[in-house]
């Protein structure tokens, strides 16, 4: 008898940020990817493009400190290898390799084995950037981020340590679709009377290739449309980047590792989660565009904050440090 | 690869006889290996370690910058021990063990045997490693060393010494069964000729040892105790864990709460029974031993010893691995056991007597000086190898502390081809075989080859430019026959 039922605080801690930080490299290395085909088809928008980016998943103060400007050279630099940026790629890894040690014994060697895999590919790439081209190396990473995943899910029971690091992915991945989702739609705001220009499409497709959103999305709606493709990344509920979908997966996780039905509460993370679900059931885009996309996406990451501000306090608070750990959200 | 311009340089070589042909126990190895093609055995080296970092098997030299990694460095070619020389080995450390865990109990209860004067008192309630705080305690079955690590080497002569005994966190284990997974990958053909008898029960083994100290079998949790992830042999913690389906914790993820050590899950608190612990005395719990250990658990010891959670290894059972304790186990032996030792130590110089430390002091350059306390390879003065400044800097030492230093002659440790660049060097290796002491005692079928690799050192640590081996122990007696290989002295028993 080993009581393989308990599971440490400190192990779900580490696991729920495993899930958080190799999605949040994996979405670093697809924001990055994108951006780089879209220069080629908008020679002359460099500094723009590459600002937005750092705005969507780095640390703007951080970035204006040690590199001032947002040129492609800067933001990949900054985004892929800078260990002092608490986002990026490298660091991600580094944080997620990290926390899989520290918890080595409850994920399976095979989940260990890519991450470390992964570690060192990384590692090994930081001098050698510019011998390889820049696609294939962030495309390396997503299809190793993609593989630990898929690792994950098949190598290690679906038991309540799996269901805290897809918890940790679900709600990374929903922030980082707001994210994109609120910096892009700006960006592209001043042209939205331009509706149908070749030019716009090539833009909001770019945006939906930023969460690899954009073959599903063609055969959801068809033609590209803002209102349409906001309608698509927040509230669809097959799209697996989109926010309600994100959303209700993290609600099914909380739920499985509570033991409560979904639907009901005991504990305030899963009344928080719970209600958040239930409101992007019943909210229609117009209303959200209407009232203001930006201050609608303000609302979703205020409230994804608090749920995981929750989930801390309800589940691992009983361990007395979490130096070991990265900083909740960007 | 060809053996052709091997030498073995008038040292014990453990493949090779004296007039240079194979032993018989090593020559399908050896032909296996001649018989690779050209870059096939250094292919087959890049591959392994490339595994051996990809599967994070790696560890942190303490003096380096943290982030240093390395991956331990191993060597392809595995050490072949016979079965009929394993036997004898076997027998010896079952009879030292056993031994051991008797004298343990007496220390900590009625000094029998310091009463009896086989051992000058002050020598056992001086040495470090001595607890007082375990006195009268009387752990779970009465067993001392759950876990040990018994280092052993070759000399010139061809007997096989005891050169050390690991009893606190003896630690290495995992090399064991992860090189033996690399090699069967390498020399699959190999294991099928020689039947080589497997480790790989080790970790049900153990778990065996550790349940069996449980009040109760039904119920019991049993938990792997780590200092962290920043700790040298954080790999071998996980993956003992890991292979035994224990959970791994931290001092941080335990409390004592009533008396009872509980764990800190996402459920609350839950009773913990059994601790395989991998944390030194000194660290284990802050209110018994050293108050600033940040990585122990406060009140595991009271907890321990009303009987209300086992611990393996039992704190205190340091005592009998102290190096100046060692000098006196073949008398322990004889004393608890009423035989004759099996395995022979090496010939030990206490420094506290005037007579032998006069000797060490006027023959350090001959002579290889350890402090009694320590281990890794640290505090050790290997005398021909030392300059003369080191030597004075010694001295002084044992004059201010005699108890600590104990000295040796120095071995010419046996040696085994090692490949080294794109040949094969004669490289000496120790062994370090794994005891368990449970319900029996069960002694795993190999153990750790440690090889000292750079040319001509004799110091085998990790921590100072060692490796590791694999140790193939036979399964059967090869069929020509092999030169005698029972010691001449308490051989039979």
């Known amino acids: 008898m080993n009581g393989s039922n308990a599971l440490l605080s400190r192990v779900a801690d580490s696991l729920y940020w495993i899930g958080r930080y190799i999605e949040r490299a994996e979405n670093v290395a697809r924001f990055i990817g994108v951006n780089l085909h879209l220069m080629l088809d908008l020679p002359g928008e460099d500094a723009e493009q590459w600002a937005a980016l750092v705005h969507a998943s780095g640390d703007r103060v951080v970035f204006r400190e040690h590199y001032g400007e947002a040129t492609q050279s800067n933001v990949v630099r900054f985004l892929t290898f800078d260990l002092d940026n608490p986002n990026s790629i490298a660091r991600c890894v580094q944080g997620a390799r990290e926390n899989a040690r520290s918890v080595r014994d409850t994920i399976s060697s095979e989940m260990w084995e890519q991450i470390n895999t992964m570690y060192w590919f990384i590692d090994s790439s930081r001098n050698s950037l510019g011998g ?74 770019a945006v939906l290739k930023s969460v690899s959103g954009f073959e599903m999305y063609r055969k959801r709606f068809g033609r590209m449309g803002p209102n349409r493709i906001v309608e698509f990344l927040l509230m669809d509920r097959d799209f697996p980047r989109a926010v309600h979908y994100c959303i209700h997966c993290a609600d099914e996780c909380l739920h499985a590792i509570t033991g409560n039905p979904q639907g009901s509460f005991l504990w305030a993370s899963e009344q928080k989660l719970g209600m958040l679900s239930s409101e992007l059931d019943y909210t229609r885009v117009e209303s959200i565009l209407g009232a203001g996309l930006h201050e609608f996406l303000d609302g979703l990451q205020d409230k994804m904050n608090k749920i995981d501000t929750a989930i801390l306090q309800e589940f691992f608070a009983a361990r007395q440090d979490s130096a070991a750990v990265g900083s909740a959200g960007l | 690869m060809r053996f052709s311009s091997y030498r073995t340089e008038g040292f014990y070589d453990e493949m090779f006889q004296e007039d240079g042909s194979p032993r018989p126990h090593a020559k399908l190895l050896l032909e296996s290996v001649e018989s690779l093609s050209d870059g096939g055995l250094l292919r087959r080296k890049v591959a392994a370690e490339r595994l051996l970092l990809q599967m994070g098997i790696t560890f942190n030299v303490y003096a380096d910058s943290a982030g240093a990694e390395r991956i331990f460095p191993f060597d392809l070619l ?173 001092g941080r993820d335990l409390v004592v709460n009533r008396d009872a050590v509980y764990m800190r899950t996402t459920k609350g608190l839950q009773r913990v029974d059994v601790i395989y612990r991998r944390i030194d005395d000194d660290f284990l719990d802050p209110q018994a031993f050293r108050a600033d250990s940040m990585l122990g658990v406060p009140g595991l010891m009271e907890a321990y010893r009303n009987g209300n959670v086992a611990l393996a290894n039992a704190p205190g059972n340091g005592v009998a691995d102290d190096k100046v304790v060692y000098a006196y186990v073949p008398e322990i032996i004889r004393y608890y056991e009423g035989e004759d030792p099996i395995l022979p130590n090496v010939p030990t110089y206490m420094c506290w007597k005037d007579t032998d430390r006069a000797y060490v002091l006027s023959n350090l350059e001959k002579l290889v000086v350890k402090a009694a306390n320590e281990s890794g390879g640290y505090g050790m003065l290997v005398g021909p190898a030392s300059t003369r400044e080191e030597r004075r800097e010694f001295a002084g030492r044992i004059e201010r502390n005699p108890r600590n230093y104990i000295a040796q002659p120095t071995l010419a440790l046996s040696r085994v081809p090692t490949i080294i660049d794109e040949g094969f060097e004669g490289r000496h290796v120790d062994l370090r075989p794994y005891v368990l002491y449970g319900r029996d005692i069960y002694v795993l079928p190999g153990g750790l080859t440690r090889v000292a690799l750079r040319k001509g050192s004799l110091v085998v640590n990790s921590s100072q430019g060692g490796g590791s081996k694999d140790t193939w122990v036979l399964a059967k007696p090869i069929a020509e026959p092999v030169a005698a290989m029972e010691p001449a002295v308490g051989g039979q028993q």
């Not at chain 2, 079965?83 to 009879?95: D, N, S, V």
């Not at chain 2, 002569?157 to 090189?179: A, C, F, K, T």
């Open chain 1, 132 to 205: 390889e081209p820049l696609f294939e190396f962030f495309h390396r990473v997503r299809m190793a981020c993609h593989l630990f995943q898929g690792v994950a899910d098949v190598t290690m029971s679906h038991n309540e340590a799996w269901n805290f690091l897809r918890l940790g992915r679900k709600l990374e991945r929903a922030d980082k679709t707001t994210r994109i989702l609120d910096v892009k739609y700006f960006l592209l705001l001043p042209s939205l009377s331009e509706v149908g220009t070749p030019l716009e499409d090539i833009q909001w497709a």
């Open chain 2, 78 to 250: 595995p050490r072949i021990v016979a079965a009929e020389e394993w036997g004898w080995i076997e027998r010896g450390l079952k009879q030292r063990i056993h031994a051991l865990n008797a004298f343990i109990d007496d220390i900590y209860h009625e000094q029998k045997i310091l009463k009896d004067g086989i051992i000058p008192a002050e020598v056992i309630l001086s040495a470090a490693s001595y607890r007082p705080q375990c006195q009268g305690l009387d752990p779970p079955r009465g067993i001392w060393c759950h876990i040990a690590g018994i280092d052993l080497v070759r000399h010139a002569d061809g007997q096989i010494y005891v050169l050390e005994d690991n009893l606190r966190v003896p630690s290495g284990v995992s090399y064991v069964l992860e090189n033996r997974e690399v090699l069967k990958r390498t020399f699959p053909q190999v294991f099928e000729g020689l039947s080589v008898r497997p480790v790989t029960d080790y970790p049900s083994r153990l778990l065996e040892t550790l349940e069996y100290l449980a009040q109760s079998s039904s119920n019991a949790r049993t938990v792997v105790l780590t200092p962290g992830a920043y700790n040298s042999a954080y790999f071998e913690h996980s993956f003992l864990a890991q292979q035994m389906g224990l959970q791994l914790v931290e």
